[in-house]
């Protein structure tokens, strides 16, 4: 079984839906991200980055004690190689699914993910002028769906002529074009996949977790905003938890 501590984002989703094609038994540990889960002590434990996605292996491959892994990457590199299946072991094609596996978590998330936090920090109308931070991760943005238009040029899937790992951890950021300042259309390789891969029965599941999760604004007291605000905003680096003694 494998524990799979997750919050309904495109980084949580990534994992989910590999679980569901694999068809691997799973069972989820929500970590509520907005109330700071991730920074607790038995979190760090498993994740240093104090970030989700993570899972632990009750039966990990070659046995042993149980197995945790963070970063979305090698969980999905470590699924796949698990079940055997979404990545391909003839050296071509394995390095062709491994470049678009890395260059979703160097570019894909980290750029889309920035220009998120802009976009909203513009909107809070009380952090002055971000309109050089705004341009930057718009084009920045617009780069990288055309980088996937560019792959996906004559060809289903991203890498290795079918369907893998390469494709998964790419599809939920990329499903998230609107209110970014870009017009899909102009990327109508990227928008055939995206439809494509969105009419799988697994990632129609996976992507439909989470509404049960979330919890309901109006329930969070304005002391509880406040204690989340001063934990969450500008984080510096952890201490080692005093519980870790």
């Known amino acids: 079984m494998i524990d799979l501590y997750f919050w309904p984002t495109p980084n949580g989703?990534?994992?989910s839906i590999l679980l569901e094609e694999a068809a691997i038994p799973y069972k989820i540990k929500a970590i509520n991200i907005g109330r700071g889960d991730q920074l607790t002590a038995d979190f760090l434990k498993i994740s240093p980055n104090?970030?989700?996605p993570a899972i632990v292996d009750h039966d990990p491959i070659g046995g042993g004690s149980p197995l945790t892994?963070?970063?979305?990457?090698?969980?999905?590199?470590?699924?796949?190689?698990?079940?055997?299946?979404?990545?391909?072991?003839?050296?071509?094609?394995?390095y062709d699914v491994a470049q678009w596996m890395y260059w979703q978590m160097a570019n894909q998330g980290p750029k889309m993910g920035e220009q998120g936090h802009f976009r909203r920090t513009a909107n809070a109308g009380k952090n002055g002028d971000q309109a050089y931070a705004l341009l930057r991760f718009d084009n920045e943005v617009h780069r990288i769906y055309g980088v996937m238009n560019l792959g996906l040029h004559k060809k289903?899937?991203?890498a290795a002529g079918e369907y893998t790992i390469a494709d998964m951890i790419c599809y939920p950021w990329a499903t998230t074009w609107q209110n970014r300042n870009l017009d899909l259309n102009e990327f109508p390789n990227v928008k055939r996949w995206l439809d494509e891969i969105g009419e799988r029965p697994a990632v129609k599941k996976a992507m439909a977790a989470g509404p049960e999760y979330?919890?309901?604004?109006?329930?969070?007291?304005?002391?509880e905003q406040a204690r989340r605000s001063k934990l969450l905003t500008h984080?510096?680096?952890?201490?080692v938890p005093k519980e870790w003694s």
């Open 214 to 223: 979330r919890e309901d604004p109006a329930s969070v007291t304005p002391d």
């Open 50 to 52: 104090g970030r989700m």
């Open 235 to 239: 984080q510096r680096a952890q201490a």
């Open 13 to 15: 989703k990534k994992i």
């Open 69 to 94: 892994i963070f970063e979305s990457g090698a969980i999905m590199e470590y699924l796949a190689e698990k079940s055997g299946k979404f990545w391909p072991k003839e050296p071509h094609k394995k």
């Open 156 to 158: 289903k899937y991203l």
